[in-house]
């Protein structure tokens, strides 16, 4: 079992960042891939980026070259860098993993871009 908490999110300028985490407790060696999903209002889930424990990377088309994830083990911490953020990256974040056959969801973070 595994717990994912998502602190961070908050209002953001257009073209500004923001670098929410997803901090995970629990059964974290069993974790292989960790994905981020974002809902807008209106929206379903959709898929934003993907690290594996290896540390491979994949990214949606439509934040490629502007998101980066990346996971400091010593926290257990993974992040999703969010650069030149625009109004249409409005949503809530989730971070999500499996163990085994079961999926794990953090809270979500509301991360809002508007002037």
């Known amino acids: 079992q595994v717990q994912l908490v998502e602190p961070g999110g908050g209002l953001v300028q257009p073209g500004g960042p923001l670098r929410p985490p997803c901090a995970a407790s629990g059964s974290t060696s069993s974790i292989y891939t960790m994905r981020w999903y974002r809902q807008a209002p209106g929206k379903q889930r959709e898929l934003v980026a993907a690290l594996t424990r290896g540390g491979s990377t994949n990214y949606a088309d439509a934040v490629k070259g502007r998101f980066t994830t990346s996971r400091d083990n010593a926290k257990n911490t993974v992040y999703l860098q969010m650069n030149s953020l625009k109004p249409e990256d409005t949503a809530i974040y989730y971070c999500?993993?499996?163990?085994?056959?079961?999926?794990?969801w953090g809270q979500g973070t509301q991360v809002t871009v508007s002037s």
């Open positions: 999500h993993c499996f163990i085994g056959p079961d999926g794990y």
